[in-house]
């Protein structure tokens, strides 16, 4: 079955780095559009950024533009969220999903997640 596994997240201080990684199984990888997405208790899922199946093409979220970059690795089936200038705000849990490529129906598989909190 396709399996989504989320890494990376951690406690990090304002101002510092992190990088989320999503480990794809399951699906040919090159298939499929990702995405990050993030959850902040109290607050609706938002979106980070996704990156198309060939990783040409990527789209950041407003609240992370500057800040955070999207990127994969097919041969590794593997997706990557590094996240710098990290702000209170950022924590959330961090989902990744993933989109089949061409059909335009939304985001058919989803992680489990990973927290990530900036505190000092």
């Known amino acids: 079955q396709v399996q989504l596994v989320e890494s990376g997240g951690g406690l990090v201080q304002p101002g510092g780095s992190l990088r989320l990684s999503c480990a794809a199984s399951?699906?040919?990888?090159?298939?499929?559009?990702m995405g990050w997405f993030r959850q902040a208790p109290g607050k609706e899922r938002e979106f980070v950024a996704a990156?198309?199946?060939?990783?040409?093409?990527?789209y950041d979220g407003d609240s992370v533009k500057g800040r955070f970059t999207i990127s994969r690795d097919n041969a590794k089936n593997t997706l990557y969220l590094q996240m710098n200038s990290l702000k209170p705000e950022d924590t959330a849990v961090y989902y990744c999903?993933?989109?089949?490529?061409?059909?335009?129906?939304?985001?058919?598989?989803w992680g489990q997640g990973t927290q990530v909190t900036v505190s000092s």
């Open positions: 999903a993933a989109a089949r490529a061409g059909r335009g129906t939304g985001y058919d598989y």
């Open positions: 399951g699906l040919i990888f090159s298939n499929y559009n």
């Open positions: 990156i198309r199946w060939s990783g040409g093409t990527t």
